[in-house]
């Protein structure tokens, strides 16, 4: 399964490029975060409105989904946000990195499309799924379809099975490996289920509510994670970088895509809980003087 993103690496030509795209992390102080396509770009730039001095975030985007972890391995970035553990865990093991995540931040709402089926019962035997060509989320779409009982997986794969690793296809499922980014087009082609993100399905004006079935992950094992070199893991950069991505302003951020159904925050904000009380206590205070004043009028 490692061979699949070498044969990606050199496919895009990113040893030779990331250099003249990125440009080396002169400055300590203005860390600059490589990251490719919104919610994922707007977050970064929350976080930058929101990061204690001495610090400051520069934003570089990149075009495609291997540039920010070399941008980071080669210290051309301070970090990326842009991927989940599952996929810096492979990229460490294709390229002996030492990448690590510090902060999960959202969980992407992800689940299968149809443009035959209402339900799952309507599945015919034999059907076409279209799922992602690269490992880490080929793995993601055969654990969705799993937890809905249409395949079983061998356990022994761990986080990174493939279709090969299928002990039980009831259905006779047909397995089409395509490019993520043309994953829509897929559904637009007729494939009867297309594993697919909010962020690439809302081209066609599709939310996580018209999707089939969606992931049940709760302990977020996808989440979009802040990533940066385990070197610089215990300094003060990183942890002014942590605290902006683990702060009100994304928080609220997120909440707001939450209510739209596109994704979930992977963290709680320190003090929510209790701030969380004390509202209920204000209410409650407000509901009974209220009561209070109603009472009086009547009488």
């Known amino acids: 399964m490692f061979k699949k993103l070498a044969t990606a690496l050199l496919a895009i030509g990113v040893f030779a490029s990331t250099t003249t795209l990125v440009g080396a ?32 975030i520069e934003l570089v985007e990149v075009s495609d989904n291997i540039q920010y972890n070399e941008a980071v391995l080669n210290d ?17 093991e294709e390229r002996e990195g030492d990448l690590t995540a510090i902060q999960p931040v959202y969980n992407a709402i992800v689940g299968f499309y149809s443009p035959v089926y209402q339900s799952v019962e309507e599945i015919e035997e034999g059907a076409e799924v279209a799922i992602p060509s690269d490992p880490t989320n080929e793995a993601r779409a055969l654990f969705v379809l799993s937890q809905h009982d249409l395949l079983k997986l061998d356990e022994e794969a761990g986080l990174f099975p493939t279709v090969d690793d299928i002990t039980e296809n009831p259905k006779n499922l047909e397995f089409t490996h395509i490019d993520l980014l043309n994953l829509t087009g897929a559904y637009e082609d007729g494939v009867e289920l297309v594993f697919n993100y909010p962020t690439y399905i809302a081209s066609i004006d599709l939310t996580p509510e018209d999707a089939l079935i969606l992931e049940e992950d709760e302990e977020d094992t996808f989440a979009i994670t802040l990533v940066i070199r385990e070197a610089n ?8 970088l942590q605290k902006a991505f683990a702060s009100q302003e994304v928080y609220d951020f997120l909440d707001k895509l939450a209510a739209e159904g596109h994704l979930k925050p992977a963290f709680e904000v320190e003090g929510d809980q209790e701030n969380s009380t004390a509202s209920e206590e204000d209410s409650a205070v407000s509901e009974e003087n209220s009561n209070e004043e109603e009472t009086t009028v009547e009488e």
Do not use: C, W
Not at 28 to 37: E, F, G, P, Q
Not at 78 to 85: D, E, K, L, M, P
């Open 25 to 56: 992390q002169e400055d300590d102080k203005v860390l600059k975060i490589a990251s490719h396509m919104p919610p994922m770009t707007d977050i970064v730039e929350i976080a930058a409105e929101v990061i204690e001095e001495p610090y400051s």
């Open 76 to 92: 051309e970035a301070f970090g990326s946000f842009a991927q989940h553990r599952p996929f810096m865990e492979m990229f460490n």
């Open 233 to 240: 893991l215990d300094s003060e950069a990183s942890k002014a």
